[in-house]
């Protein structure tokens, strides 16, 4: 039972700590978690409980201090601690300000069980004495200064059952239902952080353009400065109309005033046009801005507030809370994005109303880091969205949505093909519960 659990246990940790990532295990009961991870270690809070486990593996709590990791994990230490708070606030000294907590802890429901099993000696005899709630958890997380980003319940079925084990597990503990029952809770969460007084970041603003001339010396008249040395990047792809001509007028009339750099795409789609603008950015805030203007130029200052003041750290733009302009959205549409919302936010486990929203931002370095593990779903993501979606959500990055209003396009026709798109959307969300969801 034992050793089919930690399978799973280590199967669902390995897919937000990654094989770059430094992690330490606070106060392990075994090595069988850390031990599966290629810069896992070991702390203990007592220097006398380390016998036992591999020299290798083991740090002193101030080596940790000194050099706070990716992750720190707290497994199943919950239920014989008799003061959580006290060892949440221990744990919060040995953070930096993008480590991640990982706190994993059991059902209450599972109680018996878990007591029988005990007496069975299928499981290690333990003195539980705390069995919390979700809300008991995330109240002390917050007590001490950590903000809870997400809560997966896995496990129903925790020995090995040919078959039966890994179907319920993978495919019927996800479910809304039946993840009550689930044995297992993961909690993923972030220390707070006191944002200091330091110079305003610059951003990078890249504009996707494909049959947008009309909108192109707009775009750049009404962008609001933000950060001190803002760059727009425009990157055209595949125009019939005069696109490309226009970006390179523009650029050259307004290029006194604003820092403008223009490339033409090499592929075809708004993902690749997106990749290519985040590749040729240099400031440190990176955000997309569609070139058909219905999300506002002048809401961007929000979505950098939203950043700046740590609020988030993947901010995405929602369209479906303020009263639209008439035919900004068809009705039809507006039921796919929806769907989509309720969908997605299932799948990727933090909330979502406007997956399809163009406006997205995202830090320079947790770019690199999305980027450098792209492999994982690779890039089959043809809008550009959903590959810094799903990225966000492996990444265990704090999501936070502004709304904005959404506006009827004034120029052009729209590039969205409403069925054929939609086709798409739905095989990535299959792809993306496969590779998030259904582990």
């Not at 239902?177 to 707070?192: M, V």
């Not at 792809?431 to 998030?436: G, L, T």
Request: aromatic share 12%; net charge positive.
């Amino acid at each position: 039972m034992k050793k089919y659990f930690y399978h799973l246990l280590r199967r669902y940790v390995s897919l937000f700590v990654l094989p770059q990532n430094s992690v330490v295990e606070i106060d392990p009961a075994n090595t069988q978690l850390i031990g599966s991870f290629p810069q896992g270690k070991i702390a203990f809070r007592k220097e006398d409980r380390d016998e036992g486990f591999d020299g290798a593996h083991a740090l002193s709590i101030e080596d940790v201090r000194r050099n706070p990791p990716d992750f720190l994990v707290v497994s199943g230490l919950i239920h014989y601690e008799r003061d959580i708070q006290a060892l949440f606030a221990a744990v919060r000294e040995l953070c930096r300000s993008d480590t991640r907590l990982v706190v994993t802890y059991y059902s209450s429901l599972w109680r018996p069980f878990a007591a029988l099993a005990s007496k069975l000696n299928l499981r290690s005899k333990l003195p539980e004495a705390n069995w919390l709630a979700h809300e008991d958890i995330h109240n002390l997380l917050d007590l001490e200064d950590f903000e809870l980003i997400r809560l997966d319940q896995r496990i129903l079925v925790p020995f090995y059952i040919p078959f039966i084990s890994g179907f319920t597990n993978r495919f019927i503990a996800p479910l809304p239902f039946f993840r009550i029952f689930c044995l297992l809770n993961i909690a993923i969460a972030r220390p707070k952080v006191t944002i200091l007084e330091k110079p305003k970041p610059s951003v990078s603003i890249v504009v996707p353009a494909r049959n947008e001339a009309g909108n192109i010396e707009q775009i750049v008249r009404r962008i609001p400065a933000m950060g001190p040395e803002d760059e727009i990047i425009f990157v055209e792809g595949n125009s019939t109309d005069e696109t490309w001509e226009t970006i390179k007028k523009i650029s050259q009339r307004y290029g006194d005033q604003y820092k403008i750099v223009i490339a033409q795409q090499d592929a075809k789609g708004k993902g690749d046009a997106v990749r290519k603008g985040f590749s040729l950015a240099t400031k440190d805030i990176l955000m997309i801005l569609d070139a058909d203007m219905t999300v506002p130029p002048e809401d961007l200052p929000k979505f950098y507030q939203a950043i700046v003041a740590d609020k988030g750290e993947f901010i995405n733009g929602t369209r479906l809370v303020y009263p639209m302009e008439k035919g900004a959205m068809r009705f039809f549409n507006l039921i796919g994005n929806k769907f989509f919302a309720i969908a997605f936010s299932f799948v990727l486990g933090q909330r979502y109303k406007d997956t399809l929203c163009g406006t997205k931002v995202i830090s320079r370095a947790n770019y690199l880091k999305l980027e450098a593990n792209r492999s994982y779903f690779g890039e089959f993501d043809p809008f550009g969205d959903f590959d810094l979606i799903f990225g966000a959500a492996r990444m265990g990055l704090k999501i936070v949505e502004v709304p904005i209003s959404y506006r009827e396009r004034l120029y052009g026709d729209t590039n969205i093909s409403r069925w054929r798109h939609g086709a798409i959307l739905l095989a990535m969300l299959a792809f993306a519960a496969r590779k998030i969801k259904f582990l």
